[in-house]
């Protein structure tokens, strides 16, 4: 009997390890993803007072998609070490750099966000028009997220705001101000 306690606290210590280890390597990916935020912010910062404009043109040809993102789909693409996204139109409209987009899983919607304190709803379909601007954030939008059924976005600004819109009429429905840290949705 003894025997099998020292194996359950054997195992159980390194069942601790394990999970410190996890742990540890859980916070530095933590830490690197806000660095790489910061990063992106920074650099959006500097084009942003360059005076550049966003205009998005899908039919650039160099949008290069990894093997690790659409793996396991069928686009219709042939098998390579890289993969090529074509298409036609442009999406135009913000006047800063955009930091943040999100198709709607219920639509064929998308909404952009970024430095011009702007949500702009696209039409997502050709000639890819835009359907709304919604205003309301004084400082750069950090990140925004869909509802499941696709009829509001809530999105959050580097102002300490969140925002609840309604996707379908672009009223702000809700705002919660003085949120600390770095908001997310």
Same mark, same amino acid.
């Given at each position: 009997?003894?025997?099998?306690?020292?194996?359950?606290?054997?195992?159980?210590?390194?069942?601790?390890?394990?999970?410190?280890?996890?742990?540890?390597?859980?916070?530095?990916?933590?830490?690197?993803?806000?660095?790489?935020?910061?990063?992106?912010?920074?650099?959006?910062?500097?084009?942003?007072?360059?005076?550049?404009?966003?205009?998005?043109?899908?039919?650039?040809?160099?949008?290069?998609?990894?093997?690790?993102?659409?793996?396991?789909?069928?686009?219709?693409?042939?098998?390579?070490?890289?993969?090529?996204?074509?298409?036609?139109?442009?999406?135009?409209?913000?006047?800063?750099?955009?930091?943040?987009?999100?198709? *709607?899983?219920?639509?064929?919607?998308?909404? !952009?966000?970024?430095? /011009?304190? %702007? &949500?702009? $709803? #696209? +039409?997502?379909?050709?000639?890819?028009?835009?359907?709304?601007?919604?205003?309301?954030?004084?400082?750069?939008?950090?990140?925004?997220?869909? *509802?499941?059924?696709?009829?509001?976005?809530? !999105?959050?600004?580097? /102002?300490? %705001? &969140?925002? $609840? #819109? +309604?996707?379908?009429?672009?009223?702000?429905?809700?705002?919660?101000?003085?949120?600390?840290?770095?908001?997310?949705?």
């Amino acid at each position: 009997m003894s025997n099998s306690k020292g194996e359950n606290t054997s195992r159980m210590s390194s069942t601790a390890r394990e999970r410190e280890h996890e742990c540890e390597r859980i916070a530095e990916l933590e830490r690197e993803n806000e660095e790489l935020k910061r990063s992106v912010f920074e650099l959006s910062n500097q084009l942003s007072q360059a005076g550049n404009t966003f205009s998005f043109e899908a039919s650039d040809k160099s949008a290069l998609i990894p093997d690790e993102i659409l793996s396991g789909q069928d686009f219709g693409l042939k098998s390579s070490k890289e993969r090529r996204l074509f298409s036609e139109g442009k999406f135009k409209g913000h006047t800063g750099a955009v930091y943040v987009a999100k198709f *709607s899983t219920c639509s064929n919607i998308v909404a !952009s966000a970024g430095f /011009d304190c %702007t &949500v702009r $709803l #696209w +039409d997502s379909t050709y000639p890819f028009s835009q359907v709304a601007c919604l205003n309301g954030h004084k400082q750069m939008i950090s990140d925004l997220a869909w *509802s499941f059924d696709g009829r509001s976005i809530v !999105s959050c600004s580097y /102002d300490k %705001t &969140v925002a $609840l #819109w +309604d996707a379908e009429t672009g009223q702000k429905l809700e705002s919660i101000s003085q949120a600390d840290g770095l908001l997310q949705c």
